[in-house]
């Protein structure tokens, strides 16, 4: 069964970014500190990482974070989907338009202009396709920014929360909660790494 997961590395204090994100700096002043466990050697985050690319049968992000990724600074041959674990699934673009160009032509993409649930709805056909080709179950990983995956979570479009709590105050930037309509969680599990706290919830 295909679920639809929000994948996302935070702060302590709630951001997913830290301050003046942008295309040149797509993580903000202080926010590389948040994606450390991506790169790192602990045998847990590299367990993680490698387990959330191969279960990824298509990706949704949105059109500020396509535009970092596919920037001159962004995505290379050796630093793709999943970090150091570079990854090919389907790619899901929420956006008001299509770009004019896209650098990284060897990748899927598929650009969405008529809202977030949507590119959750392609995504997960694509997904469930990937998954009777490759005879495994595959889901739809929502990896950002945060105003997409906030949205989705505010809008109920998403099954399971995977959050990466980096130990790390950046005071400002990108908020991952925005005080929308409240969700409950119920926590499946929790990994503390020499980097990070892995946490996972449904969401009801």
Same mark, same amino acid.
């Given at each position: 069964m295909t679920h639809i997961i929000a994948d996302i590395s935070m702060s302590l204090d709630g951001f997913v970014t830290g301050p003046d994100a942008g295309p040149d700096r797509g993580l903000g002043i202080g926010g590389e500190a948040l994606h450390t466990w991506a790169f790192s050697d602990d045998p847990d985050d590299r367990r993680v990482l490698s387990e959330g690319t191969a279960?990824?049968?298509?990706? @949704?992000?949105?059109?500020?974070?396509? /535009? $970092? $990724?596919? %920037? !001159?600074? %962004?995505?290379? +041959? =050796?630093? %793709?989907?999943?970090?150091?674990?570079? %990854? =090919? !699934?389907?790619?899901? @673009? $929420? =956006?008001h338009a299509r770009p004019v160009s896209v650098r990284l032509t060897d990748l899927d993409w598929t650009f969405v202009t008529t809202g977030l649930a949507d590119a959750v709805a392609t995504a997960r056909a694509r997904a469930e396709a990937a998954s009777a080709e490759s005879g495994? /179950? &595959? +889901? @739809? $990983? &929502?990896?950002?920014?945060?105003?997409t995956v906030g949205s989705a979570l505010a809008a109920g479009l998403v099954d399971v929360l995977?959050?990466?709590l980096a130990p790390v105050v950046l005071g400002a930037g990108t908020p991952l909660f925005t005080g929308e309509a409240p969700r409950t969680l119920v926590q499946r599990s929790v990994l503390a790494t020499s980097t990070v706290t892995h946490l996972t919830y449904d969401v009801l």
């Open positions: 279960r990824s049968g298509a990706v @949704v992000l949105g059109r500020r974070l396509f /535009d $970092v $990724v596919d %920037g !001159p600074n %962004g995505w290379d +041959d =050796t630093t %793709g989907y999943g970090a150091r674990e570079v %990854g =090919t !699934p389907a790619f899901v @673009v $929420v =956006t495994r /179950d &595959l +889901d @739809v $990983v &929502l990896m950002g920014g945060g105003a995977s959050l990466h």
